[in-house]
């Protein structure tokens, strides 16, 4: 699996504090390692965002990305609260 980083993605996580980035990057390496792993709850969105997936950092910070290729590439679009991701 090869993970690209959107500029969105990439400025969001810059601004989260260290603990958020230290529960990110751990999200991440578990996604890596198995994307459908329980705690992940990664899940397929709809409406304006069909064809796009989330995955769970903690109760109210959430990955937006896409996969492509039965996930062997995974582009992360965006991160941040479900009120910023969802809007």
Same mark, same amino acid.
Request: no cysteine; hydrophobic share 40%.
């Given at each position: 699996?090869?993970?690209?980083?959107?500029?969105?993605?990439?400025?969001?996580?810059?601004?989260?504090?260290?603990?958020?980035?230290?529960? @990110?990057?751990?999200? +991440?390496?578990?996604?890596?390692? &198995?994307?459908?792993?329980?705690? !992940?709850?990664?899940?397929?969105?709809?409406?304006?965002?069909?064809?796009?997936?989330?995955?769970?950092?903690? @109760?109210?910070?959430? +990955?937006?990305?896409?996969?492509? &290729?039965?996930?062997?590439?995974? !582009?992360?679009?965006?991160?941040?609260?479900?009120?910023?991701?969802?809007?």
């Amino acid at each position: 699996m090869k993970i690209q980083f959107h500029k969105r993605f990439e400025k969001r996580f810059q601004r989260l504090p260290p603990h958020l980035k230290h529960k @990110a990057t751990e999200a +991440i390496n578990r996604f890596m390692t &198995d994307p459908f792993h329980p705690l !992940l709850r990664n899940h397929a969105l709809t409406g304006r965002m069909n064809g796009k997936r989330a995955f769970y950092v903690s @109760a109210n910070v959430r +990955i937006i990305f896409e996969e492509l &290729d039965g996930y062997t590439l995974i !582009l992360l679009l965006d991160i941040g609260s479900h009120e910023m991701v969802y809007r």
